[in-house]
């Protein structure tokens, strides 16, 4: 038996640093459409990178944790989950 992951993933725009946070179960082909520019909501935005993702067996679950980091608890909480992230990419030398 094999078993169905369903990813919750979060992308940084490379050019604005904005970030997108969507549900998948395939994290490789949806990192190719939002940079091919499939996805309204991220087509202006291009490119993305993927700089996070949290593995699920049930759906439901993965829905639900995409709607929570979509709220501003959710926000806080990625921010500090990503908190040395979020401080190296301020302080990279170029």
């Known amino acids: 038996m094999q078993n169905k992951f369903y990813f919750v993933y979060v992308i940084q725009s490379i050019e604005t640093s904005e970030l997108y946070i ?12 939002h940079n091919s520019g499939y996805n309204a909501s991220t087509k202006s935005a291009r490119p993305w990178e993927l700089i996070r993702y949290e593995a699920y067996l049930n759906e439901d679950d993965a829905k639900r944790r995409e709607k929570y980091l979509k709220t501003n608890q959710g926000a806080r909480l990625l921010k500090r989950m990503l908190k040395e992230y979020f401080y190296s990419q301020k302080h990279e030398k170029p």
């Open 22 to 33: 969507g549900y998948t179960v395939d994290l490789e082909s949806r990192l190719h459409e």
